[in-house]
Structures are given as C-alpha cells and as structure tokens.
C-alpha cells in the first residue's frame, strides 16, 4: 500500500472510532432540547405571554425579539409563575434543559429548577424576573 494511502486510510478510521466515541458520551451528558419556544417581543420592559400556553405543559420557554436569552417560566402547583434567565451566571453561556433543572456545556455548571447553583464554577443562583397576571396573560418585567 502507498504510504499516502496508508496514512489516509487510517485518519478516516480513527475519525470514525472518535465519532464513535463521542457519540455516546454527548446522548449520556443528560441536556435536551427546548420543545418548542414561545416568540414574541419586548414592549416597555415587559414580555407578554398567554396563559393558555401552560396548557402545553408547565414549564415554557420564551423567547423575545432582540433578546440573546431565552427565558424559562414555570408554572407552580399554587398556579405562582417563575421566570428564569436563562444565562449561566459564570461565564454568560447559553443554558440547556436537562431534566430536573439547566446545564452549561461551557464550564459544566448546574442549576436546578429554581435557578439555584447545584454545581460550579457558577456561583451564583441565576437571574429571576418578576412576574404578574394581567386577565389571560403572563406579565414578564425584564
Ligand atoms: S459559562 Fe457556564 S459554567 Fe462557565
């Protein structure tokens, strides 16, 4: 075999056993993707969201014009709302959805469903925005 196809045919396999590799590992980092996201747009500091969308399901995800974050907003079993940023307070990564709370693929940092720091770097709880019920809407103040 030429030595140029030698040395090609071995950097394909060893991509392939390292795609092989990493897949596994990225399904088992436990994140998962938002369903679906609620778009809209800021108006006077303010997001409004229908309240028929928890209708869907208890945790919702917005996400408002010019706003690099989404938010995440839950809807409690008193029928209280929270609004979280969903903004790693380490470093500013983008959080994903895991199962019971948010994960930063950036430096790992964990959040649980109330925003409070479960594991660092991070060490600060992230960014909670006041809510309140205007007739059949959600009232984020940002
Ligand atoms: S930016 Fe999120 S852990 Fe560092």
Known sequence: MERRKFIRSGCTFCLLGAAGMLLPMLESCGTTQKTAVYKTTVKDNKIEVPLSLFAQGTLQFVRAKGQYYDIA???????????????CTHMDNQLNVTGNGYRCNQHGSEFDKDG???????????????????????????
């Open 73 to 87: 907003v839950q809807q409690h079993e008193d029928n209280t709302y929270t609004a979280l940023l969903l903004r």
């Open 116 to 142: 409070n720091v479960k594991k660092g770097p991070a060490e600060h709880a992230l960014k909670q925005y006041n809510v309140t019920i205007d007739n059949d809407k959600l009232v984020i103040t940002i």
